[in-house]
């Protein structure tokens, strides 16, 4: 297997603008997680799925931030509008289920201007 | 809110010495922990797991303590090599709900 797949690897983009990051978790994982990781405050949980359910999305700082898991071989997050704040590495991993090993993908750098 | 911390932000260690990386819990529900090992430009990648009916567990190199009665998670490295080099984050998890990371220990390793 591929591991989890996440792209693009970079994005730069102006204030305002939408981006979406995308990611194919491992085939057969049940749970997909999307993190963010800035030196400030470390690996934070965004939101996580289980059989393509979104059962906590506390981790999301506002309305600005969505995510979807339209079927269990893809996921999006979507920032509408960006803000520079938002700049960061954000990382999709997924597991067999939650209380199991999470494979990380390579995240997406993302860098709002 | 309750977390998962390390104790130290940085740590360095010469070749051919054993590490000692640690992590304190707050939460006494947390019932699986694990360490990832993150590299530069990489993301998290497991090294080893325990959960919580277990005190110790030896890996390849790597042994990780538990001990629930003060909360303390703790990976040993034997013989530090250059390429262990990275950044360690311990994880907990709360009933099969998503890892909770800490803030991360940076090992640097000199030969």
């Known amino acids: ?113 | 809110g309750e977390s998962v911390g390390l104790h130290l932000p940085t740590l360095s260690v010469q070749e051919g010495d054993n590490s000692i990386i640690n992590c304190a819990y707050s939460n006494s529900a947390s019932d699986y922990f694990i360490w990832y090992k993150q590299e530069s430009g990489k993301g998290p990648q497991f090294i080893i797991d325990i959960r919580s009916n277990m005190d110790k567990r030896q890996g390849q190199r790597v042994t990780v303590l538990l001990n629930k009665t003060v909360k303390h998670l703790s990976l040993q490295i034997a013989a530090t090599q250059p390429g262990d080099s990275a950044v360690y984050f311990c994880a907990e998890n709360i009933g099969g709900a998503a890892l909770i990371f800490g803030k991360g220990t940076t090992l640097s390793v000199s030969s």
């Open chain 1, 1 to 113: 297997d591929a591991g989890v797949i996440q792209s693009p690897r970079h994005e730069v983009t102006e204030m305002g603008q939408e981006v979406t990051l995308r990611c194919k978790p491992i085939s057969g994982h049940n749970s997909l997680f999307w993190y963010r990781q800035t030196m400030m405050r470390g690996l934070e949980l965004l939101i996580y799925f289980n059989n393509n359910v979104p059962i906590d999305d506390s981790g999301m700082p506002e309305d600005r931030f969505s995510a979807k898991m339209p079927n269990a071989s893809f996921s999006t997050l979507k920032i509408q509008p960006s803000e520079p704040r938002d700049s960061a590495v954000y990382f999709c991993a997924s597991s067999l289920a939650g209380d199991t090993e999470a494979f990380f993908g390579q995240g997406t750098r993302l860098t709002v201007v």
